[in-house]
């Protein structure tokens, strides 16, 4: 298995089970896999190069490189992004306890929920993205800023949806979901505007009333009781 470098994914690893995309593929972090198994990365990594051409079947295992947090020196650390069923085979060497049972359930939730997001994206994000866009392209007139304004309502629905810059692809289920509603909000709102500025202001205010909705603290049922 050779390695793979995508600097894009090389970020510092968290406790959190968060998944990673490449290539519209799902990976999870080795070092991630290891702090929920209660061990160091390096034996790990160990079972992953023992057992190499075991994993084959399943896919090309992605190893890249990126500064050990153990070390001081800033030397890098080599770990591998693997697939859901790269992820599954290397528990299956692990002996079964509370912890890998426990493990295993977080992944299958895990993966459920980014398999769940990629297909929302294409039955019910893309739709409303590209009807978002056909406005935006409407009301530019062929103006040479015309691509400055499609990034600029990008970034306000990313704003509004709370998705950092290009991480749409693997946002969680409910960020796509009010990814979908922001980008509907906003095309509704400019539509019959009279140029893309105005079109522009138009979007602000809905998306701002619709974050206002969504970030708003739950109201309480509780009238003592009556």
């Known amino acids: ?35 929920h198994l209660g061990n160091q990365h390096k034996p790990v990594m160990a079972l992953i190069e023992k057992y ?7 896919g090309k295992v992605l190893f890249e490189r990126a500064p050990s947090t153990d070390s001081l020196t800033g030397q890098r650390e080599r770990f591998a992004l693997l697939n859901k069923d790269q992820a599954f085979f290397l528990l299956s060497l692990s002996r079964n306890n509370a912890r890998v049972v426990g493990l295993k359930v977080k992944l299958i939730q895990a993966f459920s929920e980014a398999r769940r997001a990629t297909e929302q ?8 993205y590209r009807q978002l866009h056909a406005v935006i392209h409407q009301l530019v007139s062929d103006s040479a800023n015309e691509k400055f304004v499609h990034i600029n309502l990008n970034k ?7 998705v950092e810059p290009g991480q749409r692809s693997s946002a969680a289920l409910p960020q796509q979901a009010l990814l979908i509603v922001a980008q509907t909000v906003a095309a509704r709102a ?25 970030s708003a603290p739950r109201l309480s049922l509780d009238h003592g009781g009556q």
């Open 52 to 58: 190499a051409e075991s994993f084959v079947p399943f």
């Open 1 to 35: 298995m050779s390695a793979a470098q995508s600097p894009s994914l090389s970020q510092p690893v968290s406790s959190d089970l968060a998944l990673k995309t490449f290539k519209q593929e799902s990976r999870v972090d080795s070092r991630l896999l290891a702090v």
């Open 156 to 162: 306000l629905v990313n704003k509004t949806a709370g």
């Open 190 to 214: 400019m539509q019959g505007a009279a140029d893309h500025h105005d079109g522009y202001q138009l979007a602000k205010r809905s998306l701002g009333a619709l974050a206002a909705v969504v």
């Open 121 to 128: 994206r294409h039955t019910e994000y893309l739709p409303t």
